[in-house]
C-alpha cells in the first residue's frame, strides 16, 4: 500500500542479531546472559514502545531483522526458563536495592525505577506474549507497522563462504524459520554485515527474497554509477533491489564524538552495580565469583572523566525527546533537498544494530519512540516507510550490480578475514564441500543416518556464524569463540566419519542433538545438488 502525502521518507532498519547460545549442559552459563539482556533491555522496551503507540493512534513504519538463530532462541522453551529465572533474579536484586538505599533518595528512585522496569518486563514476557517475544513480532507485523526481515542463516558471511550451494543451504533454513514462526516468506534480507558479493542476488531472488541492503560504497561503487545514490534503491540485474545505507543520519545514531548516545546525561554503562558493590553481595545475581553487569546502573556518563554524577531518569528522557527532534529536523531538510534536486520521493535508509538500542543506549528505544511519534505529528516533509512500501510506490528503479562490500573497518571484508581469525576458513570450505558430498551420497537415506546427516548440516552452519570471527578480531570473549569454532568443526568431522562408515554413536548423536538444535526442521537434503 502507498504511503502519500510526503516529500520523501525515512525507513529505520534495526538489525537484531545474536549468535546461538544454547548450554543445557550447564545450570548457569554466561554467554546465555548475551540473550537475555538484549530482551530485557532492547527487545522488550521496544515491544512495549511499539504497543504504546499502536494504543495512541500513531501511525507509524519501521523494519527490523529477526535472525534465524535469534527466531530459534526466541522460541526455545529452555532458554525461556531460563529468562524468567533470570528475570526473577534481577527483581529480587532490585528489591533488595530498594532496600539498601532507603536513606539515599537519589539512589533509592533509580532503584525503584529499576524494579518497575523489570516487573513490567515480567508481565509483557510470560502475561502478554506467553514467554515467545516472536508472537510480538509478528502481531506488529500483520498489523502494517513492523516489517521483519530474515537474515543470512546463522549469520554467515557470503563474501567468504566460497561454496554457492552452501550460501544456498543457508538461505533456505533462513525462509524455512522465517516462514514457521512469521505466517509467510520473508520479503527482505539484512546480509550478515551487509557482506555482499555479486552473484549472490541470483540465490536471493532464488529464495524469493525482493530486496537486501548494503553500506553506501557497496552502492557508490556498483556499475554503472547509481543516479541517485544511496537515496534510492537500485535494481540487480535479476530484479531484486538493494537499498544503501545513508551515512548522515547513521553518523548522528553511531559515532562517538557526535553521536546522540554520548550526551553526558545519558546512563553510563560501564559502571554497574554487579562491579561497584561487594562481591558476597552480588553473587547470588551475577556468576559466582566472577563479575559481570547486572543491568542495574546509577550514573550517568557525566563527562570524560572517571568521577560520575547519579543518573537523572527525567533529565535523561528530555535529552532523548531533544535529540529525536533534532534527528527529525535534520531529515525534513534532507529529504526536501533531495526531492528538489531528484523530482522524485527519496529513501533514507537509516540502519542500526538493534541492540545499540537500550543495551548500550539506556535510552535509544525512548528515543525511537519519540522519533516515530514526533514524525507521525509533525513532519511536514517526511513519512516512515518500509522497504517493500517503497518498492511498491516506486517500481521502476535503477538497474545496478553493486559491488563487493561490507560493513566494519574498511568496509571490505578485513574484519572476518586478518590475522587473527584467518585460520577458520580452510575449515569451513572443506566442512561444506565433505557436507555436500555427503547429501548428494546418501540422499535417500532415512533412519539413524538421516539424522546423523541433519545434525552434521546443522554443524556446519555453526561453525560458518560470522559471529566467531568478529569475536575474535574485536578480542572480547576470544577463548569463548575460538572453542565454539573449533567443536562445531570437530563435531562435523566427527560426524563425517560416522556417516560414511555407518557407525553411528548413538549416545554421541543424541547427546549432540540436544545441545546443538539449532532448526529443528532442516533436512540435510538442501545440501544436494
Known sequence: MAITGAKGYLAMVLHAHLPFVRHPEHPRFME?????????????????????????GVDFRITMSCTPPLMCMLSDELLQYRYIEHLTRLIELAEKEVIRTKFEPVFN???EMYLRRFKLCYQIFVEHYDRNLLNAFKKFQDL??????????????????????????LLSVAVQTYEKHMGRKPRGIWLAECGFQPGDEELLKK?????????????LYGTPRPKYGVFAPVYTPCGVAAFGRD??????????EEGYPGDYNYREFYRDIGWDLELDYVKPYIHGNIRTNTGIKYYKITGRTALKEPYNEKKAMEMAGSHAANFMFNRDKQVEYLHDYMGHKPIIISP??????????YEGPNFIEFLLRKIHQASQAMKTITP???????????????????????????????????WIYPHLHEAADRMIE????????????????????RELMLAQSSDWAFIMKTNTTVPYAVKRTEEHVENFNRLYGMIIRNEIDLKYLEDLSYRNNIFPDIDFRIYCD
Open 388 to 422: 517493500s512500501e517503497y518498492l511498491d510506490e516506486n517500481p521502476q528503479n535503477q538497474v545496478v550490480t553493486p559491488c563487493h562490500s561490507s560493513w566494519g573497518y574498511k568496509g571490505y571484508s578485513e574484519v572476518w578475514l586478518n590475522g587473527s581469525n584467518h
Open 352 to 361: 542500526y544494530d538493534a541492540e545499540l538500542f537500550g543495551h548500550w543506549w
Open 32 to 56: 546465555e546472559d548475551w540473550l537475555f539482556e538484549a530482551i530485557t533491555e532492547t527487545y522488550i522496551p521496544l515491544i512495549d514502545a511499539y504497543e504504546r503507540m499502536i494504543q495512541d
Open 207 to 219: 529464495h524469493g527474497i525482493r530486496y537486501f541492503f548494503v553500506d553506501t560504497h557497496g552502492i
Open 109 to 111: 528512585e533509580l532503584a
Open 144 to 169: 502494517g507497522k513492523l516489517e521483519v526481515i530474515t537474515c543470512t542463516g546463522t549469520h554467515g558471511f557470503f563474501p567468504l563462504l566460497l561454496n554457492q550451494k552452501a550460501k544456498d543451504a
Open 438 to 457: 555427503l547429501a548428494n551420497r546418501f540422499k535417500q537415506e532415512s533412519g539413524l543416518r538421516k539424522r546423523a546427516l541433519n545434525q552434521a548440516a
Open 247 to 256: 551515512v548522515e543520519s547513521s553518523k548522528s545514531v553511531w559515532s562517538a
